[in-house]
């Protein structure tokens, strides 16, 4: 019996197609396939016909069946996945020569089955669901659909409206039918309500409504009503301290923690390179799985080398996660996920296909690595496709974050969720300060000229291959600074580099071996240079102490774990972006500035690579205290006149640029039809753009998120006459979707851009910019005349030649300057690429002077020097005034407490300030007199006097007795004391429920210790104590606090 037998009679022609199908799986795979996709063809058709719903397409095709937004309404999204599958596999078997196997076949037949299964149930009744208490006069509602549970509960109720409509207005229909549903099940579902366009989720037990890429899967929108009920409060004390320990990371999770306690979703940390960023999200990722927020969690960066890293950290440090590779492991399984975005980017068009898993709901946390502009303007429909929790990781201190970015997580400018930045990183001794200095080499800075070289180098110059130049016999009089390093490499520039660094950089193994160091080249070229330079003049090392580490190099990841061992070799990294940022080297104690670095983020970024702690470095005991920094090429100078750097534009994508521009341009000419009489130009950018939307893959996720705008321009009527809505709408919308247009050469495209850019100033009166455009114009036909060899461009010589004249450009209107780009578009691939000669000399170059340079705002010493020097102040001068009042709880006055400040910031130099702030931050210490006395102690005597009427009192027990001697103990070592602490040990080993049941019946006792506890403070209180610590960070100019009795709350 065939398994389509349940299908009842009027699917009779439905269930005979698809037991032919069935029939010839083992038989004729490619045919079972072809018999699936005919059935399931069938079935959609019948669908059209029977269900009012349904609005038909523009088409009868498959494909657009699938897709049309109210079909979309109607089948379930796993259901809809299966038509895909099915689709899919019927087509290769139609269209593609590779053989179609059994268990595709099998998995076809398998698939119709299911959906077949679903129409029998479904596809003869009303799928509408009735509810009752609507405030209505029947009382009764129809939903459009309900998602169940396998228990029977509702997860989730979906109102559609039409395609035509505002999604919004189906929100408060579908919110009563929410109510209703509750009440006649006892569960709340998640409410979805959607025109086919744009979905929109709104689980109103914990957030506000939120455009969503898609609907959940049934176990993801399972997994979010249970998660209503079974998370627990986010708590900082729930971070586990061997993961993140330090102050600085605790504080940052309970920030985040606290950001989305308040129903907020996204969440953005700046966390200076080497303070553990990655170890920060890994104890987050932890505590919030621990306390049921978090399932599974998304890791996105965007190297592989970054993507090995961070699985590396989620496998020491919370292997339980079952931390998967996306990278190497697409099919892996576990509850931490880490990922490159342009990987990610294809799973999710896997799971469109209907061959993955990664729905929208599929995570519920996700993490960027490296947040900023450039990532997110490249990949931002990756973060907006899943519908989870967002967190953004950045070293970029937050004073340049760009406001996008701040936009992005919906956060004031320059105010992250927490940052922890550099410099106060280095203040706390958790990152070390560089040493740099700048290194005035002649050429670099200077340039070479020809009138300055000796006889011998004049000879040598002019016998140098110039390129074109030389071929002309015309050689250059000078090579200006920029182009050293850059395609001219001089050897003796090169040598006296390297001779510098081996002779002043950081050296390990008792002085005998340079530190592992990074070289940062300009290019590729560059790099290889310095490489055999290196190995000319130390051929000892036989070519392994010095290596080039850049995309280049075919298996550059083992020669980046190699330089990361810490006595392997290589030595020196000379590297090609590829270690710029991310790569965490703690041994580096040498960078190496051999290229100009204009982007300030990027040079800090660039600076972050030696700023990790290194134990024992240079033997035991002997730390990382600082990295030396040798620049070469002027950055400091140029950082020191220009602070802000010069930031990079991101450039939209060709293809965007030229769908813009030819939408502005077709808005133009509608405008103005004068411009275009005969209408040929407006009709060839209409058919050209109108081609570009249809040939968009309403599959491919990016697309699907627009799918709106985009079906409004599948139809051709829809270029006739375009609104300034409209080309808001295409140029800032569609024009940044991916088409499947087969593209032409780029010499070709970059040639219709550049008449494009013509064509625009002619239309909107801009000469200026026209004549740029026209005279790069005629020097590509002057550059194509000398191709007269090639037939192609030998036919257009007439045409070549006209172009150049002055004459062909008088009076010229739209139609003719098309006519050029017609002409000469095919032939712009036949273009020499430029390319500049590289050139090799040996003059003498001459190092001119050298001095350390370094930001101001980085402190010179450490954390944990000042700590050390501070805590040897105070000790070695017992007999200072402040001291002695804090020792005996006397009473301070401001002066004492200002002298005292002087001194300690004295000690830190003119980093003084930020460094005791730093300090009292890091000690959480709520104020300086605070801090001293937990240094100093209290005075025994002076503990005794303030709790001497409990120790006379008969009245109380011996417990008793003890634990108010307990508390001089402690006061008398600590100086300090919380009234917390009476609830903690020592204190409990006495009663373990704390003092309150200890002294039970004895309440006026128990207030009068609090209140000695508080007098014991008393040279700590009030008076204008000018350090406080407030709110997790260092204020000046408030007075001190001291709850007294807070204990007795407990």
């Excluded at 550099?422 to 001794?429: K, M, P, Q």
């Excluded at 193994?509 to 340079?514: I, S, T, V």
Aim: hydrophobic fraction near 40%.
């Amino acid at each position: 019996m065939s398994n389509f037998a349940f299908l009842p009679d009027v699917f009779r022609s439905i269930a005979e197609s698809a037991a032919r199908a069935e029939g010839y799986i083992r038989g004729d795979p490619r045919a079972a396939c072809f018999h699936a996709r005919f059935t399931l063809e069938a079935a959609v058709h019948w669908l059209y016909r029977h269900d009012p719903s349904l609005s038909p397409p523009y088409d009868d095709s498959l494909g657009a069946l699938l897709h049309e937004p109210s079909f979309q309404n109607l089948v379930p999204q796993a259901v809809f996945q299966k038509t895909r599958v099915i689709r899919k596999l019927g087509n290769r078997a139609v269209h593609d020569a590779r053989p179609v196997t059994e268990s595709e076949a099998l998995q076809a037949v398998k698939e119709l089955q299911h959906l077949c299964y679903w129409l029998a149930l479904d596809g003869t009744r009303d799928r509408e669901y009735r509810v009752t208490g609507m405030p209505n006069r029947e009382g009764t509602g129809y939903a459009d659909y309900v998602l169940w549970g396998d228990d029977g509960k509702p997860l989730g109720v979906v109102e559609a409206k039409r395609t035509t409509a505002d999604p919004e207005k189906g929100r408060q229909q579908a919110k009563l039918y929410a109510d209703c549903i509750e009440a006649m099940h006892g569960q709340r579902p998640v409410i979805f309500f959607t025109n086919g366009y744009e979905t929109w989720i709104w689980d109103d037990t914990a957030y506000p409504p939120r455009r969503a890429a898609g609907f959940y899967s049934k176990d993801d929108l399972s997994r979010l009503v249970t998660r209503r009920t079974l998370r627990k409060q986010l708590d900082v004390a729930d971070v586990q301290e061997g993961i993140a320990g330090r102050y600085y990371q605790k504080r940052a999770i309970g920030s985040i923690f606290a950001h989305f306690s308040t129903s907020r979703r996204k969440a953005l940390l700046v966390m200076a390179t080497g303070t553990g960023k990655t170890r920060t999200a890994v104890a987050l990722v932890d505590a919030m799985q621990r306390a049921g927020w978090v399932k599974r969690a998304l890791f996105l960066a965007d190297r592989v080398a970054l993507v090995n890293q961070a699985v590396a950290a989620f496998k020491k440090h919370l292997p339980e996660s079952g931390p998967v590779n996306l990278v190497t492991e697409r099919d892996g399984d576990g509850r931490v996920y880490v990922c490159t975005y342009p990987t990610m980017t294809g799973l999710i068009d896997r799971y469109g296909n209907g061959e993955g898993h990664f729905g929208p709901g599929f995570f519920d946390l996700v993490i960027i690595d490296e947040a900023h502009r450039s990532v997110y303007r490249k990949y931002g429909a990756v973060f907006r496709y899943f519908d989870s929790l967002l967190l953004g990781l950045t070293a970029t201190p937050r004073e340049d974050v760009d406001r996008n970015t701040y936009d992005l997580f919906e956060l004031e400018q320059g105010v992250p969720t927490d940052a922890y930045e550099l410099e106060t990183a280095v203040a706390d001794g958790f990152l070390v300060p560089p040493r740099a200095e700048q290194v005035d080499l002649k050429f670099p800075r200077e340039g070479i000229d020809y009138n300055t070289l000796t006889d011998d180098e004049k000879v040598q110059w002019e016998s140098l291959d110039w390129g074109d130049e030389s071929e002309e016999g015309h050689l250059p009089e000078r090579v200006n600074a920029g182009a050293v390093n850059n395609w001219l490499f001089n050897g003796d520039t090169a040598d006296r580099a390297l001779r510098y660094l081996m002779d002043h950089g950081h050296r390990v193994d008792g002085g005998d071996r340079l530190a592992k160091t990074i070289i940062f080249a300009r290019n590729h070229e560059h790099a290889a240079f310095l490489q055999e330079r290196f190995d000319r003049n130390y051929p000892r090392y036989a070519g392994h102490f010095a290596r080039v580490i850049d995309n280049t190099v075919k298996y550059a990841q083992s020669l980046i774990d190699d330089f990361s061992g810490k006595d392997s070799p290589p030595h020196i990294a000379i590297s090609v972006d590829m270690l710029d940022t991310g790569i965490d080297i703690p041994e580096a104690a040498n960078l190496v500035f051999f290229k100009p670095v204009y982007s300030r983020i990027k040079f800090w970024q660039m600076v972050g690579r030696g700023t990790r702690l290194c134990p024992d470095l240079f033997g035991p005991g002997l730390d990382k205290e600082d990295f030396r920094i040798f620049d070469f090429c002027c950055n400091y100078d140029f950082f020191g006149l220009k602070p802000e750097g010069i930031e990079g534009r991101d450039a939209l994508p060709l293809a965007a640029r030229l769908f813009s521009g030819r939408a502005r341009l077709l808005g133009r000419l509608q405008a103005d039809p004068g411009l275009d009489p005969e209408g040929i130009l407006r009709k060839s950018l209409g058919d050209v753009l109108y081609g570009e939307v249809r040939s968009m893959n309403r599959e491919n996720f990016i697309v699907r998120m627009h799918l709106g705008a985009v079906d409004r321009f599948r139809e051709r009527p829809a270029w006739e006459s375009l609104s300034p809505s409209d080309l808001g709408t295409l140029t800032e919308e569609v024009a940044l979707l991916p088409s499947e247009t087969g593209e032409d050469r780029i010499e070709s495209r970059l040639f219709d851009l550049t008449v494009l850019r013509m064509e625009l100033a002619l239309a909107e009166g801009d000469p200026a910019l026209f004549e740029k455009h026209r005279r790069r114009v005629t020097e590509i036909a002057s550059l194509l005349e000398e191709k007269a060899a090639i037939p192609a461009v030998k036919e257009r010589l007439p045409f070549l030649a006209a172009v150049q004249e002055e004459s062909f450009w008088e009076g010229i209107g739209l139609e003719q300057v098309e006519e050029v780009r017609l002409q000469l578009r095919e032939l712009a691939p036949f273009l020499d690429r430029k390319k500049k000669t590289v050139v090799y000399s040996e003059f003498t170059d001459e190092i001119r002077g050298v001095r350390e340079v370094g930001d101001r705002s980085l402190p010179k010493m450490t954390g944990e020097q000042y700590e050390k020097k501070v805590k040897e102040y105070i000790r070695s001068h017992p007999d200072l005034l402040v001291i002695h009042r804090l020792r005996n709880n006397l009473p301070l006055t401001e002066t004492d407490l200002r002298g005292l400040e002087g001194a300690l910031r004295e000690i830190g130099e003119e980093h003084g300030e930020q460094l005791l702030r730093g300090l009292l931050a890091r000690k959480g210490a709520p104020s300086l007199s605070w801090f001293v006395r937990s240094l100093v102690g209290l005075d025994r005597t002076a503990a005794r006097e303030a709790f001497s009427r409990f120790l006379s009192d008969r009245s109380l027990t011996a417990p008793q007795i003890r634990f108010v001697e307990t508390v001089i103990d402690q006061l008398t070592a600590r100086g300090v004391m919380e009234p917390s602490a009476l609830y903690e040990p020592p204190f409990t080993m006495l009663d373990s429920r704390g003092p309150d049941a200890l002294f039970s019946g004895r309440e006026k006792v128990i207030r009068g210790i609090f209140s000695a506890l508080d007098a014991a403070h008393l040279g700590l209180t009030g008076l204008r104590d000018t350090w406080r610590v407030a709110g997790g960070g260092t204020e000046r100019g408030s007075g001190d606090t001291f709850a007294s009795g807070e204990g007795a709350e407990k």
